[in-house]
């Protein structure tokens, strides 16, 4: 009776995934695949096009983007086009807002430009296509190049979800490194975990990604206009004492520009925090560059022309 019913079981999963719907066209707004994907335990492969004015696009939507693909690639992909186009007719200004900042996100430059993530939204690819993906097969084998990349970030995802204290830091630590910078604020919870996992800094890790945080934070209040206040928190971290010297640089720096680009900080002040960033390090390569700038600024406060 017991190999009957899995025997059963087996049967019904392979019908069931038979009958999976499959992907005939492209999702075209981004969230709704993206959620999509999650559900179907798929990759997400994301395409910017410029349908309407460029070139590259067009071969592609003409000669690529036909039943062959989609019927290729609708076992491993949900498959997202997002298309920036210039005729203000050709969609909504709510959709078109929404694609020029997915694009922002992915900080495309180039069409047409792929995307490839994980079905947990972890990004393995990121790339211009290369021209050598003219026909259905050439865009696949395109998107074979980057299975390494996908093996590695899958495998140290799995490491950080068996692992504990600093061991789990330094696996949270080798991810991090190994995503792409634009896409760290999507994992703030594991950066902002890392401090506590490596409370007295063994790893050398605490100390490094307090300025991570601060980073997060600084970033947040940027985006409010809030520049002094994303100073202070480079600021009082760099006087915290947790930083090694480089580190500490880096938050007086950090701290001393967003107060510069605020416009609402004395001129002083802000050479004040810059020459506390070269005394905290004096023989790291980018106190010369900071010199340089407290040059400039002296150079400027006397040009300015006085009542």
């Not at 680009?261 to 050479?271: F, L, N, P, R």
């Amino acid at each position: 009776m017991k190999r009957k019913l899995a025997a059963f079981s087996a049967a019904l999963i392979v019908l069931l995934a038979g009958c999976a719907k499959a992907q005939t066209a492209w999702v075209t707004d981004y969230e709704e695949a993206k959620a999509s994907a999650a559900k179907a335990k798929k990759d997400l492969m994301v395409v910017f096009t410029g349908s309407d004015w460029n070139d590259p696009s067009k071969e592609l939507i003409t000669g690529v983007f036909t039943d062959e693909f989609f019927a290729k690639g609708t076992k491993n992909f949900v498959m997202c086009n997002v298309d920036i186009v210039q005729d203000e007719n050709l969609m909504s200004a709510e959709q078109s807002s929404a694609n020029y900042k997915v694009a922002s996100d992915f900080g495309v430059q180039a069409l047409p430009y792929v995307v490839l993530l994980t079905a947990d939204g972890d990004m393995y690819a990121s790339s211009v296509t290369d021209g050598a993906e003219k026909t259905v097969d050439g865009f696949y084998a395109f998107l074979d190049g980057f299975k390494d990349a996908k093996a590695q970030l899958v495998d140290l995802k799995k490491k950080i979800s068996s692992s504990k204290g600093t061991e789990r830091a330094k696996n949270i630590d080798t991810f991090i490194e190994a995503i792409d910078a634009s896409q760290r604020q999507n994992y703030s919870d594991m950066i902002r975990e890392v401090p506590g996992l490596d409370p007295d800094n063994t790893e050398g890790l605490k100390e490094k990604y307090l300025l991570q945080v601060a980073y997060l934070d600084a970033v947040d209040l940027y985006q409010q206009q809030k520049l002094v206040e994303a100073g202070e928190i480079f600021l009082a971290l760099a006087e915290s004492g947790s930083l090694t010297a480089a580190h500490a640089q880096e938050a007086y720096y950090m701290g001393a520009y967003m107060n510069a680009m605020s416009g609402e900080t004395e001129q002083d002040k802000v050479i004040e925090w810059l020459e506390k960033a070269i005394a905290a390090d004096p023989e790291n390569p980018g106190s010369e560059q900071i010199r340089s700038t407290i040059e400039q600024l002296k150079a400027q406060a006397v040009a300015l022309p006085t009542d």
